[in-house]
């Protein structure tokens, strides 16, 4: 099973960066595709961003697009997450995913999850 463990949320001001890991336990992280999630309090589970196997595509939310940026080092079995330009409407629990068999937007494409990080943007 794959262990995933993310980390860098915090409190930040409205237009401030704030930069997300997800470290995984998994040798063959290479293998997956990863993606992020966020979850708001009432809200659905909401897409942000993914990236493929090798981090040679991406894909983003409309909401996040431009502002976010989806990253990952094989080596370090670790995918980033770069949020500039932050609102509070970016405001939820954020989770790393990962799927040795899909990359997209549907969280129903992804096999392991981990604990989520939580991001409190203020005004």
Do not use: H
């Amino acid at each position: 099973q794959v262990q995933l463990v993310e980390s860098g949320g915090g409190l930040v001001q409205a237009g401030g960066s704030l930069r997300l890991s997800c470290a995984a336990s998994e040798r063959t992280f290479s293998s997956y595709a990863m993606g992020w999630f966020r979850w708001a309090p009432g809200k659905e589970r909401e897409f942000v961003a993914t990236i493929s196997w090798s981090g040679g595509s991406t894909y983003y939310a409309d909401s996040v697009r431009g502002r976010f940026t989806i990253s990952r080092d094989n080596d370090k079995s670790t995918v980033y997450l770069q949020m500039n330009s932050l609102k509070p409407e970016d405001t939820a629990v954020y989770y790393c995913a990962s799927s040795r068999y899909y990359s997209g937007s549907s969280y129903l494409g992804y096999e392991y999850w981990g604990q989520g990080t939580q991001v409190t943007v203020s005004s």
